[in-house]
């Protein structure tokens, strides 16, 4: 039964019912049949509404206005996309969390997971954040809804998340699972191969990704981002990127002092996560305890 809850019990925290189609494909480590699904949801006292299933009321008040927002917000990013085919040395670009899952609240902002050319991390971000933050497209504390904020970066060399996975670390498996790629899409399948340990607890998922046609051929670098790269390769550009590593994390550095140590900041050659305010233990804890509720 715990396979069939642990997906109710994760999206409730987005505020997002499931149908039984998705039920099944965020299965936690199993797969199962529709007919099976059925006789678990009916087991374990799941509420369902139309075609929704759900555990907690709050989770179906508004969701169509939160899932209309969230098309809302993917057409605000299919406007922005010559964004990323400015930025140098960029392999790919793809959203998570609450606009991936299709449940957009009033305050959401637009989580984003960059990958770069080995060893250009902090140039490709640098970069990013120029164009971000000229158009008033970047979040910060004071304005979040609809802004783009990109708290991972990896390099070609550190695809494999694996290493950063706990036991039953819930929040990455269906981040990681629902990510949609929205710049250089056919990317998506060497990061996907890479982080194949999806595959143990989201079979399903893992098969099925999370593609919009609407991103499908978005991969063409401006002449900018090829004049960059051309120019900042080489030992010329590995100095520029020491010091924009430099540069960078000095202010990243006095953000974690003024907002507290939090173990989900990682700042390093191939990898720079920022989220200053990251519940991914908690996510677990949440889940735990109510599994052992309605188990």
Known sequence: MKEVLVPLIFFAQFNRPLTLKQIRRYAWGKEFGMDELKRILKRAAVKQS???????????????????????????????????????????????????????????????LIVTRKN???????????????????????????????????????????????????????????????????????FLSANCWIKAKLPVAYRSSNIREEFGNTASASWFAWLMECMLSGKFGDRVEAWAKIQQKKKLERARERLGITPNVVLGDHMIQTHFHGKWGEFREIIEEALAKYS
Not at 82 to 101: E, H, T
């Open 50 to 112: 139309g075609e929704f299933y759900y555990l907690e009321e709050s989770q179906v008040q508004n969701a169509l206005e939160r899932e209309q927002r969230a098309e809302k917000f993917w057409k605000y990013v299919k406007r922005f996309l010559w964004i990323f085919a400015n930025v140098p040395f960029l392999k790919m670009a793809a959203v998570q969390n609450s606009l991936a899952y299709g449940s957009v609240g009033k305050k959401s902002d637009i989580d984003l």
């Open 120 to 190: 250009r991390i902090w140039t490709a971000r640098a970069f990013l954040l120029l164009w971000l933050s000229l158009f008033n497209l970047r979040t910060t504390s004071k304005r979040k809804y609809m802004k783009f904020s990109p708290e991972i970066l990896i390099d070609e060399a550190a695809l494999n998340l694996g290493s950063y996975v706990v036991s039953n670390d819930y929040l990455i498996h269906y981040q990681m699972a629902d990510t949609v790629p929205i710049w250089n899409v056919p990317f998506w399948k060497t």
